[in-house]
């Protein structure tokens, strides 16, 4: 990719519900009905109202099966200027036995496509896992990217692996909250990692990728987490050379 800007993408992962029914089945979810409520009436509405502010355009990851329970609220993301981009149907891995795979892939590109009105250009598959079928599948039906993987700072073809007329657009592990909310880290201390991580990857002209979830728990949605967020977004807007992104635009730049 040729670098005449420096890359800043904002990804959100929207995973409420279908985390725990995948884990523990529907009808094992005490209060079930309340399950996925705090990802879409607090976190989401705190996390978007934050990218508003700062006029930044998200590409948000959406499982067919959330999409389908809240297809108002997806819309209206869409409305807003975010990217929908597919996330899986219901959290499945990709690469589990008796995956059934085109067949959810089809059905989370129907669902999107029918909802936002425009079909989904990126992937982001479950828990980062594909099959060898994955890629093919995705570029059989229209996918200009996927976003999947961590093995490289910038943007790659997929031709080679699949995925023909593919870009992949790699997420950094260390730039996801999950990674480090998940341990039980202050946001002061995930803060300073992730300014650290950031000013290396700047100097070196690479892309910037920013993994966010609306969760209380391994996500950014909580108040101080929100609050710690907007002043890393403020500082990041001021550094050389950047420019904020979404993941289709920034696989569309490499591809040109």
Known sequence: MTVTTIPVSVSVNLQGKTVEQRQLGEDALFGRASYGKYAYAVGCERLFALLDRHGIKATVFVP???AEANPDYIAALAARGHEIAAHGWAMEEMDATGIDEWALLER???TLERIVGRAPRGFRAPHGRL??????HLAALGYRYDASFQDDDRPYA???DGGVGMIEVPQSEILIDATLYAQRQTHDRV?????EEIEAMHREHCLISLTLHPRSD???????????????????RGLSGT???????????ARA
Do not use: C, P
């Open 243 to 253: 420019s904020f992104m979404t993941l289709e635009q920034v696989a569309d730049s």
């Open 158 to 160: 997929l031709d080679a």
């Open 218 to 236: 391994y996500g950014s949605a909580r108040a101080s987490r929100i609050a710690a967020l907007d002043h890393l977004l403020a500082w990041v």
């Open 64 to 66: 067919g099966a959330e």
């Open 131 to 136: 099959s060898e079928r994955t890629l093919g």
């Open 191 to 195: 803060m300073k990692t992730w300014r």
């Open 108 to 110: 989370t590109h129907a």
